[in-house]
């Protein structure tokens, strides 16, 4: 049973630029989370989308955005990157209805 | 003050000892209550999941709901220097759109020592 698959593993980017990052859900699960996790600090709510639509948003500026696609895999997308977006993304899923989400290991970013 | 208190330790106990991991939260609309494992540079992994108040054991693990006090706890048996990571709880409420609104404490670091 597949888990849940993030890439990439490491991505190093400048201040300004932007970044993709993707997420493949558990098999089964329709319901992806995307999570920021500063380094010491708790997993931090993005977004969620099911439906390919976005159904709830955490406190997070527009620069964040995401899309989910038919087989249910999604992409979370940072425009005009800054130092304080670094950090390990995090994306989970779920079914919608269920309460258990499991996570994937997570995309290290690192903005110079 | 934040919805989910945890405290950042670190906690350092010796092998074989019990551990007791506590979280506290001030939002009464949160009904599931759940414990993650995170070692370092990985993802959260899923230990232990609940809905009630009281206790559910799994293995060395027990996880304890108090919705009247608004504290939950995850007691480890018998610790294990591989136990060694950070402890995440995890709270969540239903949300109109069909689906959960999830809220994470900062972590716990437990260090075991063999």
């Known amino acids: 049973d597949a888990g849940v698959t993030q890439s990439p593993t490491h991505l190093i980017k400048t201040r300004g630029q932007q970044v993709t990052l993707r997420c493949s859900p558990k098999?089964?699960?329709?319901?992806v989370s995307w999570y920021q996790q500063a380094l010491g600090q708790g997993p931090q709510f993005i977004f969620q989308?099911?439906?390919?639509?976005?159904?709830q948003r955490g406190n997070f500026p527009d620069r964040f955005s995401g899309h989910q696609f038919p087989n249910y895999s999604s992409e979370l997308n940072v425009n005009a990157l800054l130092l304080g977006d670094s950090a390990l993304y995090l994306c989970?899923?779920?079914?919608?209805?269920?309460?258990?989400?499991?996570f994937g290991p997570g995309t290290r970013l690192t903005v110079t | 003050q934040k919805e989910v208190e945890q405290d950042p330790g670190p906690l350092s106990v010796p092998e074989g000892a019990i551990v007791s991991l506590n979280c506290t939260y001030s939002?009464?609309?949160?009904?599931?209550f759940m414990w993650y494992r995170q070692y370092s540079r990985k993802g959260p992994e899923l230990l232990m999941y609940?809905?009630?108040?009281g206790n559910k054991e799994d293995g060395r693990f027990t996880a304890q709901v108090d919705k009247s006090s608004k504290y939950i706890s995850l007691f480890i048996r018998d610790s294990q220097p591989s136990d060694s990571a950070t402890y995440l709880c995890?709270?969540?409420?239903?949300?109109?759109?069909?689906?959960?609104?999830?809220?994470f404490g900062t972590g716990t670091r437990l260090k075991v020592l063999a």
């Open positions: 939002n009464s609309a949160f009904q599931y």
């Open positions: 989308y099911y439906e390919e639509e976005e159904r």
């Open positions: 989970a899923s779920s079914l919608r209805g269920g309460n258990e989400q499991y």
């Open positions: 609940t809905y009630s108040s």
């Open positions: 098999s089964g699960h329709d319901t």
């Open positions: 995890a709270m969540s409420t239903p949300t109109t759109s069909g689906t959960y609104k999830y809220i």
